[in-house]
T-cell receptor, first 113, second 113 residues
């Protein structure tokens, strides 16, 4: 059973460009979460989605950030007009149930130049 | 607001030297406490889930325990391959926020041969 897949693994963007991060959950998992790990900081929750629904986006910045989990295809975290402060590792996790352990992908390391 | 504090921030052990990592938490109505291992450049790897005070889980050289206010990760006779950052996270009640994990800053463990 393949684990959580994320791509790209590394992404370099210039200030003002858009970044799109993709996440395919584990087979049979319908709950997807995005977390951000800033340099020298801990993992912080951003958003929780189920198929076609955003359940909890309380950890996501109000501007420039959006997330979706369409009926078909991977979950997408989109960052518009990136700034240097967006440079971080972005991790996706999935779970089979609303509560309980979450399984993480390898992350996407975003560098904004 | 849920809070998770891990100590120490960093720990150096000699191979075979047993020790414990601490995770103290402040949350109203714990739904679950989770331990993860994170290697440099990788996503967190799930280790244990604990649900109620008095519960214990074991896996190879690791043993996790839970009280009403804290959890311990005991490492018995560690080996160099146990070197990693160990993360503690909690899940707390909430109709929509109850699925998110709140992480501590982690303990960076180094085991010298």
């Amino acid at each position: 059973n393949a684990g959580v897949m994320q791509n790209p693994r590394h992404l370099v963007r210039r200030r003002g460009q858009e970044a799109r991060l993709r996440c395919s959950p584990m087979k049979g998992h319908s709950h997807v979460y995005w977390y951000r790990q800033l340099p020298e900081e801990g993992l912080k929750f951003m958003v929780y989605l189920q198929k076609e629904n955003i359940i909890d986006e309380s950890g996501m910045p109000k501007e420039r950030f959006s997330a979706e989990f369409p009926k078909e295809g991977p979950s997408i975290l989109r960052i518009q007009q990136v700034v240097r402060g967006d440079s971080a590792a972005y991790f996706c996790a999935s779970s089979p149930l609303k509560l309980g352990e979450q399984y993480f992908g390898p992350g996407t390391r975003l560098t904004v130049t | 607001e849920d809070q998770v504090t891990q100590s120490p921030e960093a720990l150096r052990l000699q191979e075979g030297e047993s020790s414990s990592l601490n995770c103290s938490y402040t949350v109203s109505g714990l739904r679950g406490l989770f331990w993860y291992r994170q290697d440099p450049g990788k996503g967190p790897e799930f280790l244990f889930t604990l649900y109620s005070a008095g519960e214990e889980k074991e896996k190879e050289r690791l043993k996790a325990t839970l009280t009403k206010k804290e959890s311990f990760l005991h490492i018995t006779a560690p080996k160099p391959e146990d070197s990693a950052t160990y993360l503690c996270a909690v899940q707390a009640p909430g109709e929509t926020s109850g699925s998110r994990l709140t992480f501590g800053e982690g303990t960076q463990l180094t085991v010298n041969p």
